[in-house]
């Protein structure tokens, strides 16, 4: 039903998933609709899960899914952070690619496996409750336009911070803090927010990292500013690496964002998409800076199997 609200660039199409897919619940495959959860799952009721959203690029005869390992390595290990057992990263890996042949899409994928306490007993606590994996897929576009520039706010909502729930971990309850702020942004004609930490200090989108260029210099929050450490963020400091670009992991001042010469946000789901406007003040020339550019084209390269030197990121299934 519609609900009046201005859903901006949330385009129903990009975050629907498919019910006829097969997906895979605590050891079975069954259709989507068929994977369903007691009312009374530990997880539903306090947020108890961590997750991870994984890439799959149809690339005309086959789908290669980008850094599957290094998802599930990330799972596995804020999963044990969690005191939730996953399953292995092998076993992780097997799952996702099974389920990718199975489903036998023939355009762009996004993976969401995800550790949860399927336990159904009273009490918020991560001791002697059992736990479960599911691993489903949808098809995904784009998430944030890549091509407009997007027009971003900072966030009247502050940033989880380590001390309470670690955004590191990708933990399903922290996810209410990026609901907040993403809700906000769009409900005031934004199209993303941008966090502030407890310090003050720029931190990352709802569900993207941030990354600045200023004076030829790129500049991204370090990995103590309560950040996801994302994958995404880690490719493009390795292209820079490559690339020759300057590239620095400091803390972030909020007014830096508004004298940056380049502004862009990178995630699996956002890709590299370029800011126009934080809190209307435009970003540079307000077009997609010279570096962005070479970086959104790095990185679509990489994705699609274009560049061969990158080809270790991705596998097929
Ligand atoms: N920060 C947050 C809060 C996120 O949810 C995501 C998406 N996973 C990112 C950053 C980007 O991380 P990645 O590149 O690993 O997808």
Same mark, same amino acid.
């Given at each position: 039903?519609?609900?009046?609200?201005?859903?901006?660039?949330?385009?129903?199409?990009?975050?629907?998933? +498919?019910?006829?897919?097969?997906? @895979?619940?605590?050891?079975?495959?069954?259709?989507?609709?068929?994977?369903?959860?007691? +009312?009374?799952?530990?997880?539903?009721?306090?947020?108890?899960?961590?997750?991870?959203?994984?890439?799959?690029?149809?690339?005309?005869?086959? /789908?290669?899914?980008?850094?599957?390992?290094?998802?599930?390595?990330?799972?596995?290990?804020?999963?044990?952070?969690?005191?939730?057992?996953?399953?292995? +990263?092998?076993?992780?890996?097997?799952?996702?690619?099974?389920?990718?042949?199975?489903?036998?899409? *023939?355009?762009?994928?996004?993976?969401?496996?995800?550790? @949860? *306490?399927?336990?159904?007993?009273?009490? =918020?606590?991560?001791?002697?409750?059992? !736990?479960?994996?599911?691993?489903?897929?949808?098809?995904?576009?784009?998430?944030? !336009?890549?091509? *407009?520039?997007?027009?971003?706010?900072?966030?009247?909502?502050?940033?989880?911070?380590?001390?309470?729930?670690?955004?590191?971990? *990708?933990?399903?309850?922290?996810?209410?803090?990026?609901?907040?702020?993403?809700?906000?942004?769009?409900?005031?004609?934004?199209?993303?927010?941008?966090?502030?930490?407890?310090?003050?200090?720029?931190?990352?989108?709802?569900?993207?990292?941030?990354?600045?260029?200023?004076?030829?210099?790129?500049?991204?929050?370090?990995?103590? &500013?309560? /950040?996801?450490?994302?994958?995404?963020?880690?490719?493009?400091?390795?292209? &820079?690496?490559?690339?020759?670009? =300057?590239?620095?992991?400091?803390?972030?001042?909020?007014?830096?964002?508004?004298?940056? !010469?380049?502004?862009?946000?990178?995630?699996?789901?956002?890709?590299?998409?370029?800011?126009?406007?934080?809190?209307?003040? +435009?970003?540079?020339?307000?077009?997609?800076?010279?570096?962005?550019?070479?970086?959104?084209?790095?990185?679509?390269?990489?994705?699609?199997?274009?560049?061969?030197?990158?080809?270790?990121?991705?596998? =097929? &299934?």
């Amino acid at each position: 039903m519609a609900s009046g609200l201005p859903w901006g660039t949330v385009t129903k199409s990009a975050t629907q998933p +498919v019910n006829n897919t097969f997906a @895979y619940l605590d050891g079975g495959w069954r259709p989507l609709t068929e994977c369903t959860v007691p +009312v009374n799952t530990h997880a539903l009721q306090y947020g108890t899960g961590c997750f991870e959203g994984i890439r799959g690029y149809w690339s005309g005869d086959r /789908i290669n899914i980008l850094f599957l390992r290094e998802h599930f390595q990330r799972l596995a290990g804020n999963a044990a952070l969690l005191m939730m057992k996953s399953p292995t +990263v092998d076993e992780m890996c097997t799952i996702a690619t099974r389920l990718v042949r199975q489903n036998e899409p *023939k355009h762009n994928i996004y993976i969401r496996p995800m550790v @949860y *306490k399927k336990g159904l007993t009273l009490g =918020p606590v991560l001791i002697d409750v059992p !736990d479960g994996f599911l691993c489903y897929m949808q098809p995904l576009g784009d998430y944030l !336009d890549t091509s *407009k520039g997007l027009s971003v706010c900072v966030s009247s909502w502050q940033r989880l911070s380590d001390n309470s729930i670690p955004t590191r971990t *990708k933990a399903t309850g922290g996810y209410l803090n990026s609901a907040l702020a993403k809700s906000e942004a769009v409900m005031n004609g934004y199209d993303e927010a941008v966090f502030l930490n407890d310090r003050g200090q720029v931190c990352e989108g709802s569900a993207e990292n941030i990354f600045l260029v200023r004076g030829g210099e790129l500049i991204t929050p370090d990995r103590t &500013a309560d /950040i996801l450490e994302g994958i995404t963020r880690r490719a493009i400091l390795q292209f &820079a690496k490559d690339l020759g670009i =300057p590239a620095v992991e400091r803390p972030v001042a909020r007014t830096e964002l508004y004298l940056a !010469d380049e502004l862009f946000l990178v995630g699996t789901g956002c890709q590299v998409s370029w800011v126009r406007s934080v809190d209307k003040r +435009v970003v540079g020339a307000g077009t997609r800076g010279p570096l962005t550019e070479r970086l959104q084209r790095a990185y679509e390269d990489a994705v699609y199997g274009r560049n061969p030197a990158y080809a270790s990121w991705l596998t =097929p &299934a």
